[in-house]
């Protein structure tokens, strides 16, 4: 495999969705897309954010 080396990863933990949506807004404002990066949350943050039709 190889690897482009012009393609960087961004790595963050945040304290609540306010900051975690401000940090993906900040990346897109840099030119990311959003299926450039993956979120990983707990179980009990899906539960009480999302629904199975989307966000609340």
Not at 20 to 35: I, V, Y
Request: no cysteine.
């Amino acid at each position: 495999m190889t690897m482009d080396s012009s393609r960087r990863m961004f790595i963050g933990a945040f304290p609540d969705r306010d900051s975690a949506e401000r940090a993906l807004s900040h990346q897109s404002a840099h030119g990311h897309d959003k299926d450039d990066g993956n979120v990983v949350i707990s179980d009990e943050t899906r539960k009480r954010y999302f629904t199975s039709e989307g966000t609340l």
